[in-house]
């Protein structure tokens, strides 16, 4: 079964500081990889997802990017941070012909 | 219009009794998928189960069952003999098979009930 790890577990960053958000999948070969973003009691947010290295879809503009330098990791960046950025970011990995994403812990970022 | 609606904000119930929390979801594509995910207070996101929209059968996972009924547009998620532990967010979600075109499975959720299992 695969394990999904995100890294930091939780930031605190001030508005217009840079941001890298991690995350890395075990235990499969060539997932669909997806970041979400879930704000204070609400649902998930599909923020972007990746077939494959490189290659990046958005679902939502933003003054976030993403980015899939190898084939089990995942990166969320921005260049400046706004107070809107905040939440909490879920990275889940999938394989194509099944039907179930699996998630990661989670990373609760604070932006003042 | 809201592709996941789940009616209950919170839910209080008895530990031992059924639990049914609601799902209604809107598509217009013939293939797609139905989830139910857990998440407890430490934030992570537990998958429970899933139904397919050509699946015959409701579908079952230990004390987790699919109430699936396709005419209505509803999956509703049963928990038979709540346990304390039971007492999280839970969300449903669909993945339709033209989401964005992008050849992804992106999941759409609703905004999730809290449960809260009473002794």
């Known amino acids: 079964s695969q394990t999904i790890h995100q890294w930091p577990a939780t930031l605190v960053q001030p508005v217009g500081s840079p941001l890298s958000l991690e995350c890395t999948v075990e235990?499969?070969?060539?997932?669909?990889l997806y970041w979400y973003r879930q704000a204070a009691g609400r649902g998930l947010q599909l923020l972007f997802y990746s077939v494959g290295i490189g290659q990046i879809s958005s679902e939502v503009p933003q003054n976030l990017s993403a980015s899939r330098p190898q084939d089990r990791q995942f990166i969320l960046s921005s260049k400046k941070l706004l107070l809107s950025d905040s939440g909490f970011y879920l990275c889940a990995s999938g394989t194509s012909g099944t039907d179930t994403q699996y998630f990661g812990p989670g990373t609760r970022l604070t932006v003042l | 219009a809201q592709k996941i609606t789940q009616t209950q904000p919170g839910m209080f119930v008895q530990e031992k009794e059924a639990v049914t929390l609601d799902c209604t979801y809107d598509t217009s594509d013939p293939s797609y998928g139905l989830f139910w995910y857990k998440q407890p207070s430490s934030g992570e996101m537990i998958f429970l189960i899933y139904q397919g929209s050509y699946d015959q059968q409701n579908a079952t996972e230990g004390r987790y069952s699919l109430n699936f009924q396709k005419a209505r547009k509803s999956a509703n998620l049963v928990i038979s003999a709540s346990q304390l532990g039971d007492s999280a967010m839970y969300f449903c979600a669909m993945r339709e098979s033209s989401f964005s075109g992008g050849g992804a499975d992106g999941l759409t959720f609703g905004k999730g009930t809290h449960l809260i299992i009473q002794p």
């Open positions: 235990g499969t070969s060539n997932p669909n």
